[in-house]
């Protein structure tokens, strides 16, 4: 049994580096922790890491320590691709994002790497970008706007950035061609040029992708892995959808890109504009369907993937494809590589909420996993500029928490849970509950949910000791009971169970009887 507390919080330990010497544990059965060859850089499973801003750069787009360490302490779960954040191609500044137009980045870049080669076995790409002007009036460059001097200066600067790239010591790097940027621009059907770049046919709009993908081969050489990431579905009206991306796709692996990354929306043309703020383009539907929120359903973007893959090979190319769009457990992963959907998962916020999902999930540890609850408040935070992390984290800790190496004991309850419920007017259930003991810390609850008789599933994850349930509807049972969890995932005893009967006249008032029947019996205490 443990004793005493650590003299340091967890998440303040350093993050460890990987022993070579150890042991790797077996793979569990199945596609998820089997190794994929990319052009000859062995990736160690199929997890991938989806370049994702932390805004923790400063306005000089230099590598600094606090993105050192937080790409470390995502090696040191276990993904098998990293793709670090996205960095400009060119030298405009768009505030804390980083930059890779000039050879003064290259050395910070070379740190980062190092850094993570020593935290873990992933390989680790950079995602380069180029994007237009905005501005805080609302104004922003469309690509219409661009004269041919400029067009070949985006080639040129993406050719010169991948070179850099793998001067900085990358095992790959990745071409940011999806959302709101430039070259997805070019990609889209509202792309408004009449020219031979020009949105009259997809192969004008595909010709400065193309150059730039034929540029970076040039600059980086027939024996380093380049990929690309690009939209499914622009997702927004009149933008184009998987009629078109599987085209393509066809495009990108005929030019022999190593693997294709599939995303969705995150466009400027429905963006909510704010007064007085640039444009951000995930605010609207399009944005819904980058993140998909926690009203989404799993695996939300998963059939693009899948639909680009089957269409690739049915015309003769094998390139791996990234499937990505809350993928939120082991299990549903693995079963989109069995089904032949994708040939990697991509993960992003999952990731932030636990970088240790892949070393937890190939030791079989799927229920110490701690469960990104997708409110996108991460999402928020990039929206303002602000420095992006988890609202799961401990206050505090500028990255996730690493376990204590002596945390073996799960936490406990100071009596049953106490489990407490209200039922509120209008279908809402309050939940409260007591504080779980653990000499390391307790990290968060899960709250789990069942329907009338059917079985309990996760409803939410949170820091705090209370929360709402806002989906309760009347003529129903609602039970619930609550799991603490400490920072090496270990899960406590469900706590007790309460049940909630929501009576019928709570949907319409004054006695009105919706013909429903009687709630039923009840499980556990009944409120």
Request: charge should be neutral; aromatic fraction near 8%.
């Amino acid at each position: 049994m443990r004793t005493g507390s650590p003299l340091t919080p967890p998440w303040r330990l350093p993050i460890l580096v990987r022993v070579t010497s150890s042991p790797t544990p077996a793979a569990p059965p199945g596609r998820l922790f089997e190794p994929i060859d990319l052009r000859g850089l062995v990736v160690p499973n199929r997890i991938v890491l989806t370049a994702m801003v932390t805004r923790l750069s400063g306005e000089d787009g230099v590598v600094n320590a606090p993105i050192v360490e937080r790409y470390a302490r995502f090696a040191a779960g276990g993904a098998g691709l990293i793709v670090v954040e996205a960095t400009a191609v060119h030298e405009a500044r768009s505030g804390p994002l980083l930059r890779l137009g000039d050879d003064r980045f290259v050395p910070g870049h070379r740190a980062l790497v190092d850094r993570v080669r020593d935290a873990g076995p992933s390989k680790v790409a950079l995602q380069i970008i180029h994007f237009l002007k905005i501005a805080r009036s609302g104004w922003r460059q469309t690509v219409d706007m661009l004269g041919a001097a400029e067009l070949r200066g985006i080639v040129d600067a993406y050719a010169a950035a991948a070179a850099r790239t793998r001067a900085a010591g990358y095992d790959a790097v990745e071409l940011h061609m999806a959302h709101a940027y430039t070259l997805s621009s070019f990609l889209s059907r509202l792309n408004r040029r009449h020219d031979a770049y020009g949105g009259r046919s997809l192969e004008g709009r595909m010709r400065l992708a193309t150059e730039v993908v034929l540029a970076v081969r040039r600059a980086v050489g027939d024996d380093y892995p380049v990929g690309v990431r690009f939209d499914g579905e622009e997702c927004v009206k009149g933008g184009y959808g998987l009629a078109e991306s599987t085209q393509i796709g066809l495009r990108m692996a005929q030019l022999g890109v190593d693997y294709l990354s599939i995303s969705a929306g995150g466009k400027f043309e429905d963006a909510v504009p704010k007064p007085g703020e640039p444009l951000y383009p995930y605010t609207g539907y399009s944005g819904d369907r980058t993140m998909p929120a926690a009203q989404y359903p799993d695996g939300a973007n998963v059939y693009l993937a899948a639909g680009i893959r089957s269409f690739l090979r049915a015309h003769g190319h094998a390139t791996p494809v990234v499937a990505a769009g809350k993928v939120p457990t082991p299990a549903l992963a693995e079963r989109i590589l069995r089904a032949g959907e994708a040939d990697m998962i991509g993960l992003a916020r999952a990731l932030l909420a636990d970088p240790d999902w892949p070393r937890k999930a190939r030791r079989g540890h799927d229920d110490r996993i701690v469960r990104c609850v997708y409110g996108n408040v991460c999402k928020a935070l990039d929206e303002n500029f602000r420095q992006v992390r988890c609202v799961l984290w401990p206050k505090d800790a500028p990255h996730a928490p690493t376990a204590h190496p002596e945390d073996v004991d799960p936490p406990t309850w100071p009596t049953d849970g106490d489990l407490r419920a209200e039922l509120r007017p209008g279908g809402q259930v309050a939940l409260a509950w007591e504080r779980a003991i653990d000499p390391f810390g307790v990290y968060g609850y899960q709250v789990f949910r069942r329907v009338n008789d059917g079985p309990f599933a996760h409803l939410t994850s949170m820091t705090a000791r209370r929360h709402v349930d806002a989906f309760a509807l009347a003529g129903n049972r609602y039970a619930y009971h609550v799991r603490a969890y400490d920072f090496a995932g270990l899960r406590s005893a469900p706590s007790r169970a309460v049940e909630v009967a929501v009576p019928e006249d709570y949907a319409l008032g004054d006695g009105v009887d919706l013909g429903i029947g009687p709630v039923g019996g009840a499980d556990g205490d009944r409120v």
